[in-house]
């Protein structure tokens, strides 16, 4: 009976032990020793240089907003958390922790930073003066460069509070990249202090559809918002220093709505009304003339005039603006869901293909064609500022612009297409990685997909980012991938936060691990841990 009892304690003991070791993404190697590390508010923070000190700064930073104090910052010492940035290739990291110190040595900044993402992981989800940690060896390293996650501010304006606290869910998830889509025809949202009608008039609309597209109803309220050039930099400062890469979108030649009712010169046709192109089983509210920010989701054909300079000395000028308050080398400028029936009828449109030589085939118009010179004229402008241009796979039709980087999001095809022309590729197919999706066959709030098409955590979990059919030399072309939040029905934070959560951390391992090197039940159980870390942000998740 005492060796049953001791085996039963033994196992007991093993599986709190594997509980305290919970970690997402899962690291590359996990050995798990006796004995704990106690962190009390005198353990010191031993950081030697300017990015260890930022690291340490941000890991206090955590734990004041978590368990209620910061820890003693030293540039030398043997005790306690010693934080080592190396000049390594890779961002790579090594978390060695025993009775007497945690040493956390990253290959480069971002290495060591993860290295303390995983720290925050070894907490106790309970707060505490002190803080028991278990003893370990972790050696890790990401699968992917490139690891991101987008979010819509043009359907719906989000506070910069949020958008920081988004930031910050990208860095607790060792996620590098956020993608910030800015414009849209429902709001244009960056300030540009040479249109200043863009924010005065464009990110602004009148009201907004009630429920599921059409809609039923109008709500009858002005809705808007935008962040100025001084909120701008102080985002990608904040993000710069959880080493997050912020992309700025600015939609071309679609999705233009916010500008023309800034600006109509834009519209190949100024004087038609934007109620014109409203969806007759919608319900529009206010005065109904005039170019004005579309009340109703969806696709629309009022565009930007490709037949016009003008279009294009207002496109050049907000980058000029744009561009310098983003370090990125990238600059997305979308390229997708452009309809061409007002350049079929316009008359500017129409001379520029002659002009042009522009020929149509059996499979495409010319106007189709149009849209590649379109791309292809603004990415000369924007590789001469010596930045690269990302756009949606719409931009591969009529041939690709030629350093341009492809985001495959109508499933996988267009990503294929591009590495197969020797272009790099980042991979966010709808069907694996669009959070906006719902995520059980049946849905309390309203969705797009409106309890039609579910995207479950176990299907993003087991995402493929590099697909089988690219041969050894394609696939280093797959630069990594990433999910979109696109907000026609997520209006607030908590809805954006029910959205992401848990799919994030199911996405975070897809993007840090092989598809082959995972396991969806061991997945399950951590996820179970990282529950309570989402209770302990004060997150608000599915399944809660």
Not at 27 to 52: H, Q, W
Not at 68 to 91: M, W
Not at 172 to 178: D, E, I, R, S, V
Not at 270 to 290: E, H, I, L, N, V
Request: aromatic fraction near 12%.
């Amino acid at each position: 009976m005492r060796v049953i009892l001791c085996v039963i304690a033994c196992f007991s003991l093993l599986c709190v032990r594997a509980q305290e070791v919970s970690i997402i993404p899962q690291p590359k190697s996990v050995v798990l020793k006796n004995g704990s590390f106690v962190l009390n508010r005198s353990t010191p923070i031993v950081a030697p240089s300017k990015d260890d000190k930022n690291i340490a700064a941000l890991f206090n930073t955590y734990l004041k907003s978590y368990y209620g104090f910061t820890l003693p910052v030293v540039s030398k010492g043997t005790k306690g958390i010693l934080l080592t940035t190396r000049s390594a290739s890779g961002d790579g990291y090594t978390l060695d922790a025993d009775n007497a110190a945690i040493r956390i040595t990253g290959n480069s900044a971002a290495g060591t930073f993860y290295g303390t993402q995983s720290l925050i992981q070894l907490l106790p989800v309970e707060k505490s003066n002190t803080l028991s940690i278990p003893t370990v060896s972790i050696t890790d390293a990401p699968d992917l460069a490139y690891r991101g996650l987008m979010l819509d501010v043009g359907r719906h304006y989000f506070p910069v509070a949020f958008v920081k606290k988004y930031i910050d869910y990208i860095a607790l998830h060792k996620m590098n990249y956020f993608h910030w889509h800015l414009t849209e025809d429902q709001g244009w949202r960056i300030e540009i202090k040479k249109y200043p009608k863009l924010t005065a008039v464009g990110a602004w609309r009148n009201g907004t559809i009630i429920g599921n597209f059409p809609g039923k109803g109008n709500d009858n309220k002005k809705y808007g918002g935008f962040y100025t050039q001084a909120e701008v930099k102080d985002i990608v400062a904040y993000a710069a220093k959880r080493y997050i890469t912020v992309i700025p979108e600015i939609e071309m030649p679609g999705h233009g709505g916010g500008a023309i009712a800034a600006y109509p010169y834009l519209s190949c046709f100024p004087d038609k009304p934007t109620f014109d192109y409203f969806p007759k089983q919608s319900t529009w509210a206010g005065d109904k003339s005039g170019k004005q920010v579309q009340q109703a989701w969806g696709v629309y054909e009022d565009v930007f005039c490709a037949g016009k300079e003008s279009t294009f000395k207002f496109l050049e000028d907000v980058l000029n603006e744009v561009l310098p308050l983003f370090p990125s080398k990238y600059v997305h400028i979308g390229g997708d869901e452009c309809p061409k029936k007002n350049w079929e009828k316009c008359p500017l449109c129409q001379k520029r293909i002659q002009e042009l030589g522009i020929k149509g085939d059996k499979e495409h118009s010319p106007e189709h064609y149009l849209q590649s010179y379109f791309i292809q004229r603004m990415e000369k402008f924007i590789n001469a500022k010596g930045k690269h241009i990302i756009g949606w796979d719409e931009i591969l039709e009529g041939g690709l612009a030629p350093n341009a980087t492809v985001m495959s999001w109508r499933g996988e095809k267009g990503g294929i297409t591009a590495a197969r022309q020797k272009h790099q590729v980042i991979m966010t197919p709808n069907n694996y990685v669009y959070f906006d999706y719902q995520q059980s066959p049946k849905e309390d709030s309203v969705t797009i997909t409106n309890n039609r098409n579910s995207l479950p955590i176990e299907k993003v979990y087991n995402w493929k980012v590099v697909p089988d059919s690219l041969t050894a030399a394609e696939r280093p072309l797959i630069w990594g991938g990433q999910a979109n939040l696109w907000t026609e029905y997520i209006s607030n934070p908590k809805k954006a936060e029910y959205m992401l959560f848990p799919r994030m951390s199911a996405l975070s391992e897809a993007l840090w691990k092989p598809k082959a090197d995972r396991n969806f039940d061991d997945f399950k159980n951590r996820l179970e841990v990282q529950k309570k870390r989402y209770d302990l942000w004060g997150a608000n998740y599915f399944g809660k």
